[in-house]
């Protein structure tokens, strides 16, 4: 089955700093990543749609200029929260589909962000 | 506006107690519906996709059901290893654009 990879699957970083989070389709293209935040025993919440070759679109209270979608390939979109601060430790998770028929999005492992 | 909640928020059962989640939705044009597991930690695994009221699909112990309102998840003889929050979602509309419930957190106790 289709296999969605996440790196790292935990960082810790001070506030003020930026974070990179990858996520990979490891045996199969997609032209649209999916980026969604979880705070503690909490749902899913969509964060953005990441697009290959264009701009990403964002849902509505998502600050674009905060978190960084780049989806520069066809099996890679990367997540960058920008200036971090406490405020946006979370658990980040991506998700992907081969876009056949009827294929549902599978997820990564997700990325515990913790900023001190 | 579309929506989707899960009950009940939390369930504990013993080994072998079978019991039901509940999804009920309220969506326009509904293109889909999700169920997935989430371990603690972990990101969501995909269970079953429903379509059209009336379709039923079967994994092992969890068999999920869909009518125009909710779908229910069946549990059939759970074990430990069943414990986790199960989820389910509807079709946003985008492309595999999933908007999720709440969840509901099983415990299956030995």
């Known amino acids: 089955g289709a296999v969605v990879s996440q790196h790292p699957s935990r960082v810790i970083c001070k506030s003020g700093t930026s974070v990179k989070i990858e996520c990979r389709s490891l045996?199969?293209?997609?032209?649209?990543m999916f980026w969604y935040r979880q705070f503690p025993k909490q749902s899913l919440m969509l964060m953005a749609t990441?697009?290959?070759?264009?701009?990403?679109?964002?849902e509505q209270g998502v600050e674009k200029d905060k978190f960084l979608i780049n989806h520069a390939s066809l099996t890679l979109s990367t997540l960058t929260v920008t200036s971090a601060h406490p405020e946006d430790s979370s658990f980040y998770i991506c998700?992907?589909?081969?876009?056949?028929?009827?294929?549902?999005?599978?997820f990564g492992n997700g990325t515990r962000l913790t900023v001190t | 506006e579309d929506q989707v909640t899960q009950s009940p928020e939390a369930l504990r059962l013993q080994e072998g107690e079978s019991s039901s989640l509940n999804c009920s939705y309220t969506v326009s044009g509904l293109r889909g519906l999700f169920w997935y597991r989430q371990d603690p930690g972990k990101g969501p695994e995909f269970l079953f996709t429903?379509?059209?009221a009336g379709e039923e699909k079967e994994k092992e112990r969890l068999k999920a059901t869909l009518t125009k309102k909710e779908s229910f998840l069946h549990i059939t003889a759970p074990k430990p290893e069943d414990s986790a929050t199960y989820l389910c979602a509807f079709d946003g509309g985008a492309t595999n654009k999933l908007i999720f419930g709440t969840g509901t957190l099983l415990a299956v106790q030995p």
């Open positions: 429903l379509y059209s």
């Open positions: 045996d199969f293209q997609a032209t649209t």
């Open positions: 998700s992907a589909s081969d876009q056949t028929y009827n294929s549902p999005l599978h």
């Open positions: 990441s697009n290959e070759g264009s701009k990403a679109t964002y």
